[in-house]
Structure formats: C-alpha cells, structure tokens
C-alpha cells in the first residue's frame, strides 16, 4: 500500500474569504470548523450559495422548502461568525456548468474581493466511491473558472460596476479525494462546526433516523479524523489547495 504524504498547513497570511457552493450545508458537511477559527483570529469570510437547496427534502414542496432552508442556512453561518450570506437562485438539482454561472460567481468574488476561495469537491466521485451530484461537479468547477474571470476586465464587461479583482490567491477545495493542506480543528472549532450543521434540522431530520446530534458528531469526528492521520494525528480539515 502506497503511504499517504502529510498534509502541509494552509496558507495564514490572508483576510478575506469568500465560499462559493452549491447547497445550504454544503459548508457544514465539508468546512466549517476552520471558518470558525478564521473569523474568530478576525479573518473575514462570506457564503455564495448557487441554490437555496429547495429540491433537498422529499417532504417538502421547494416553494416551502427554500425559505426554509435559506434560514436555516443563515442561523448555521452565524454561529461560526459568517454574516454575509448570498444566494444566486440558480434551480436546485439542475444547476448547470456554463458562463451564466461563471458570470454570477464572478461577480460575487468581484464584490467580496477575497485572497482565499473556497468551493467544493467538483469531480464526479467522492474518492472513487460514491457518484457526486452534477451541482456539486458544476459549482465547483465554476468557482476554480471564475477565480480568473473575475480579474479578466474583458470577460464579462456587462459587470457594470463590478471592478475586475485579480487577486485571489488560492482556491481551497474542500471534501476532496486528494488533499494538499489542512487546517488543525480545535476543541472550540469542532463544537462550533457541530452547533453549525445543528442548525440544518430539517435537513437532517429528513436525511436520517439517528438523533441527529449523534449522527452530527459521528459525522464530523470520522471526516476529521481522516484527514487528522495525516496532519500529526490532530483532527483537522483538509482541503486541496490550487495555487494562482
């Protein structure tokens, strides 16, 4: 069996961030941990959400289950110190990869002005094993496109007080198959990213018999500790880290 390289720390000399994905909890499944720990260090961190994740609960029409999910995703990024919270209203389940959706991500990034981005898995699996969902492939995608076409004055001019920025630094990608960095979870971080996920009950609740704070921790502990084994056995959050 071939050993696993250890992760290298993520970059620390930044301020603003900016996490692009498709789907309220999105974030919490893969990241939260370390937004809590940046924005409490006093780092700046904002949410783009393509969908307000309306397709996401059987039991819910989408015209009920948008404004719920949109709450729920608001209470969830507050407690890790997140208040700015978009959504770009694309249709939940059928996003689509193309330049409208690189054009709404772009202008996002052109108001957040962040060094640091961050999206989600967008290869078709997760790790070989479980197929990803298209919104999750495209959204990702889109986000590493739109690091570039957000500094491009020419790409997009219809951005009209948009100036162009050019200076995001990184992308970090989260719930990849083959991280680069990673973050050390604290005590404090990992109970900040439990209470965040938390606040996606309704989610939950649909998702999973278990109580669904013991489904939480069982979640976060597993995907932690993973990426922990290879960051000097602390848990951790890992991401893989492309470099611009």
């Known amino acids: 069996m071939t050993e696993l390289t250890e992760l290298r720390p993520m970059p620390e000399d930044w301020h603003r961030a900016l996490a692009v994905v498709a789907h309220p ?65 694309h249709r939940d389940g059928v996003v689509e990869y193309g330049t ?29 094993v479980a197929w990803n969902t298209p919104d999750h492939v495209a959204v990702g995608r889109a986000t590493l496109d739109a690091a570039a076409d957000a500094g491009n004055r020419w790409i997009f001019p219809e951005l009209v007080g948009l100036e162009p920025w050019d200076g995001v630094r990184w992308v970090a990608v989260a719930g990849s198959a083959t991280p680069t960095h990673a973050v050390a979870a604290t005590e404090a ?37 993973a990426a922990g084994e290879r960051f000097g056995g602390r848990p951790a959050v890992a991401f893989e880290l492309f470099t611009r």
């Open 25 to 89: 909890d999105d974030l919490e499944y893969g990241c939260s941990a370390a937004i809590a720990q940046w924005t409490e260090a006093g780092r700046e961190v904002a949410y783009v959400l393509a969908t307000r994740g309306e397709a996401g609960i059987d039991t819910l029409n989408p015209a009920d289950a948008a404004p719920l999910r949109e709450r729920e995703q608001r209470a969830s990024a507050a407690v890790v110190g997140v208040s700015a919270v978009e959504f770009l209203d």
């Open 189 to 225: 971080g990992l109970e900040a990213a439990v209470r965040s996920l938390l606040e996606h009950r309704a989610y939950i609740e649909a998702l999973t018999d278990q109580d669904p704070e013991t489904y939480v921790r069982e979640f976060l502990a597993s995907a932690t500790g």
């Open 100 to 128: 409208a959706l690189r054009r709404d991500i772009a202008a996002a990034i052109r108001r957040h002005r962040p060094e640091l981005l961050i999206t989600l898995n967008h290869r078709d699996t997760w790790g070989g």
